[in-house]
C-alpha cells in the first residue's frame, strides 16, 4: 500500500454554499474516499499547525496530493521548503486544479505557473494524447466532462517530460492537462480537472486517473545521491 496524504486548503467546502452542496466534508475527505480501499490514506488542512505538514507527517508519506486556491500566500514558506525537500528524496506530488498557482508547484517549476480562465467553462473533452503511458491505463481515447471551468492556454510551465492529457473545451480553448515532471528523485503530475463546484471527483474515469498516479509517483527504490567532496 502506498502511504497517501491529501492536503486541502478546506476553505471553499466552508464559506461558499456551491462548493459545500458538492463537496460537503471538503475535497479531502472526497478524495480520501477514492483511496480509502487501496491506501493508506490522511489527510490535512491549511488551518491546521504546520498545515497538516510535520516533518515526521511528510515523511511518512510515500505521495501527497495538493488542493489549493484562495489562500496560496497563506502557506508558509518552511513548509514549502519541507514539501520540496521531500520531493527531490523522492516523495510523489501530484497538483490539482487551482493548486497550479501554489507555492509549493511553482517552487518546484520555477516560472509563474499563469494561465487563461474562465468558470463558466462548459463542456471538456480530456484527450489522452500519450496512451502508454501508466497514468492513462484502463482509459478510453477521451474523458468527458459535461460542465467545468475552462484552463486555456499559455500555461507558464516548463515543457513537460511526458504529456499525458489535452484538454479541449467548449469554447475552442486547448489546455496541457496531464504533465509529468521529474524534480530530483521525485515524480510530479499536475492534473487540471478539479474545480471546487462540479463533482468532477466523483467521475470514475477521473478516480482511474488519480489511482494511476499515485502508483506512478509513488518512490522507486534507486541509487544513492551523494554530494560534496570525495575522499
Known sequence: MVAVTIWNEFRHEREDEDAAAVYPDGIHEALADVFADAHEVRTATLDEPDHGLTEDVLEATDVLLW?????HDEVADEVVDRVQERVLEGM???VLHSGHFSKVFKHLMGTTCNLQWREDGGRERLWVVD?????ADGLEESIELPTTEMYGEPFDVPEPDRLVFTSWFEGGEVFRSGCCYRRGNGRIFYFRPGHETYPIYENEAIQRVLHNAVEWASPRAGSPRTFGERE
Open 67 to 71: 488542493w489549493g486556491h484562495i489562500a
Open 92 to 94: 510523489g506530488l501530484i
Open 131 to 135: 496512451p502508454g503511458h501508466p497514468i
